[in-house]
């Protein structure tokens, strides 16, 4: 399978199953287009020759035919695909990694949330730490071999039981060694609480922290109101400052959402990186039921296609004059980055990856919080649903149709089995806009790479 | 060749045959969290 594009100028072919990268001229570019991949002949046929012949000589049409025939034999264009045998062979893997949900409540009422203001329609209630405790331990029992243990403290906001953060940071590591484990902490915050002692704990301990920030200070507050229903940018902003500032180059991101009230946010990346001062920056399309008004849909795809354009132009930009500013999704390695055997199986949820609720419930992730049909365990108890286990586990590029036949399957991994069942009903079943919003980004982030080259 | 450029190594084949190990971070592709597309990730591999 190909992908063949003309983004910014360049035409760039893409090989998906080798994940070989082209940059073709104009001939090249156009001779593509007319062969078919399951009867590439050695000579260049007739047929092409007269499609093209107002444009180019027969000899220059010939040689760029070649040049591809070449690439076909060297099995990076058209190449086979061959992995639905590993894909096949997947089943349910180690738990390693844990979304725990220490806070159901939080401070901001933001518009999009999913988490129905913090409480996932549940009711207010924060983590014990016997909850988080047992749920450390279930870990490590559940991620048998596995080294690199991940645990997210997340929400709600997590800031509100931040003493029982740090007492589950403190267990773990009080066992990590005997159990020859290494974990990692994360934090996804919305800032409010923060103070200059949580924020040294926070760098100290955690090796990436998400900064919820949409962006301009309108487009922020009209989104993420506090209780009472004053903006938090003025209360946040300088909070991240001061965080970042005395972080020491560690990971970090800003992230933000945009909407339809929105569709410019590039502006916001831009108000993030120059006027704000950070350079990880990550916004990320909020996906939303139809009637929620400001939902992103179908018909919003082209303003949506040309913002991200605008935005690889900026980045491009910013790169070629030295400076340092990193889009999330545009950031891609093109040699090495992720295996093909991780990339059957992009998004680890029910497999690899679970949240726990404060009452220590188990479900396949943060986003399936509080669905009754989706619990498939608890951490006091042990208990694990394997059965569901292995319908995530299960979840691959190949065993998705509408994946199978994506170009993109090897960027993506088959997106967001939340999403995909709030849609759609089924894991299995990929939710249109987000696919075409992530081959755009794909698209991009690939161009970039030529850009800069 | 004149007509084509090719930008990177196409090791992606390769790689299925060696990977596979689980150690690298889990991803999540949901805009809510501290997502990680897969493209974008780092293989741990040791
Ligand atoms: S660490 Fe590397 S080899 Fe192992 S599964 Fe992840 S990407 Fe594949
Ligand atoms: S989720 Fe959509 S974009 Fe991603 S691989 Fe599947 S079909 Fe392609
Ligand atoms: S289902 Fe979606 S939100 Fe949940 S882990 Fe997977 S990609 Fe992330």
């Known amino acids: 399978m190909i992908h063949a594009y003309q983004l910014n100028g360049y035409n760039i072919a893409l090989d998906s199953n080798s994940g070989a990268v082209h940059l073709l001229d104009d001939t090249a570019y156009d001779c593509l287009a007319l062969i078919d991949g399951d009867d590439f002949s050695p000579e260049c046929p007739g047929h092409i020759l007269q499609a093209l012949a107002e444009q180019y000589a027969p000899e220059v049409i010939k040689e760029a035919y070649s040049d591809l025939f070449a690439l076909y034999e060297a099995k990076t264009l058209f190449s086979e695909d061959t992995y639905a045998p590993f894909a096949e062979a997947m089943g349910p893997a180690p738990v390693k990694s844990m979304c725990l949900n220490v806070a159901h409540d939080c401070n901001l009422r933001c518009e999009y949330c999913f988490a129905s203001q913090g409480d996932f329609g549940r009711g207010k209630k924060l983590m014990p730490f016997a909850v988080g405790r047992a749920a450390i331990d279930f870990m490590v029992k559940n991620s048998f071999g596995r080294r690199n243990l991940e645990v997210d403290f997340f929400g709600g906001e997590p800031l509100m039981n931040f003493g029982v953060v740090k007492r589950i940071v403190d267990y773990a590591r009080s066992i990590e060694k005997e159990h020859k484990k290494n974990f990692r902490f994360t934090i996804t915050t919305n800032g409010v609480l923060l103070n200059d002692a949580i924020i040294d704990y926070i760098n100290k301990e955690m090796v990436n922290v998400v900064l919820s920030l949409d962006g301009r200070r309108d487009v922020n507050d009209n989104m993420r109101p506090s209780v009472n229903g004053k903006g938090s940018y003025d209360v946040i902003v300088p909070k991240y400052q001061s965080l970042v500032a005395r972080r020491g180059g560690k990971q970090y991101y800003l992230r933000g959402t945009f909407t339809k009230e929105n569709l410019d946010f590039s502006k916001d990346i831009l108000h993030i990186y120059e006027d704000l001062g950070f350079d990880q920056v990550s916004v990320e399309p909020a996906v939303l039921a139809e009637d929620v008004p400001f939902s992103l849909r179908d018909e919003d795809f082209d303003a949506i296609a040309a913002e991200y354009e605008r935005l690889a132009d900026i980045v491009i930009a910013k790169k070629k004059a030295g400076e340092k500013l990193n889009f999330f999704h545009f950031q891609m390695e093109l040699d090495g980055g992720p295996c093909a055997i991780k990339r059957l199986r992009g998004c680890s949820c029910g497999n690899e990856y679970v949240a726990v609720t404060p009452e220590g419930d188990i479900y396949p992730c943060h986003q399936f919080v509080g669905e009754d049909e989706w619990k498939m365990g608890n951490v006091l108890d042990g208990t694990l649903n394997a059965e569901m286990k292995q319908e995530f586990a299960k979840a691959t590029v190949y065993s998705k149709q509408d994946c199978k036949n994506c170009w993109a399957k090897f960027y993506c991994s088959g997106g967001c089995n939340a999403n995909n069942h709030q849609f759609n009903r089924s894991i299995y079943k990929p939710h249109r806009l987000s696919c075409e919003l992530e081959k755009k980004r794909v698209e991009c982030a690939i161009m970039i790479k030529v850009a800069l080259l | ?46």
């Open chain 2, 1 to 46: 060749m004149k007509h084509v450029k090719t930008i990177n190594n196409a090791n992606l084949k390769e790689s299925a045959h060696k990977g596979g190990c689980g150690e690298c971070q889990a991803s999540c592709q949901s805009a809510c969290k501290t997502s990680c597309t897969v493209a974008n990730q780092d293989c741990e591999k040791e």
